[in-house]
């Protein structure tokens, strides 16, 4: 059975930090591209940043520069560091693996992340 569990979420003033955490069970993680997804109050869910198995990385645009994507293969963990967080940046985040492009993957069951003053 495959799990993501993600942790790390929480409130937070505007040019504060967070970090994620997601861990995996029940897949061979090395060998998975991990996502962090988020979806915010009446918007479509959007990827922020991902990590392939050859340590590659992509962000969204709005987070380019803030956040950083890392990975600890040996603790089947993926990480999302989020820094100078802004208000737009509230929005449930996802933790998503998948094996190729094709494959429609795992989620996580969210964490919430409140940016306010």
């Known amino acids: 059975q495959v799990q993501l569990v993600e942790s790390g979420g929480g409130v937070v003033q505007p040019g504060g930090s967070l970090r994620l955490s997601c861990v995996a069970s029940?897949?061979?993680?090395?060998?998975?591209?991990m996502n962090w997804y988020r979806q915010g109050p009446g918007k479509q869910r959007e990827l922020v940043a991902s990590?392939?198995?050859?340590?590659?990385?992509n962000y969204g645009d709005s987070v380019k520069g803030r956040f950083t994507i890392s990975r600890d293969n040996a603790a089947n963990t993926v990480f999302l560091q989020m820094n100078n967080l802004k208000p737009e940046d509230t929005a449930v985040y996802y933790c998503?693996?998948?094996?190729?492009?094709?494959?429609?993957?795992?989620w996580g069951q969210g964490t919430q992340v409140t940016v306010s003053s």
């Open positions: 029940g897949i061979s993680f090395a060998a998975y591209a």
């Open positions: 990590m392939n198995r050859y340590g590659n990385r």
């Open positions: 998503h693996a998948r094996l190729i492009a094709s494959d429609p993957g795992y």
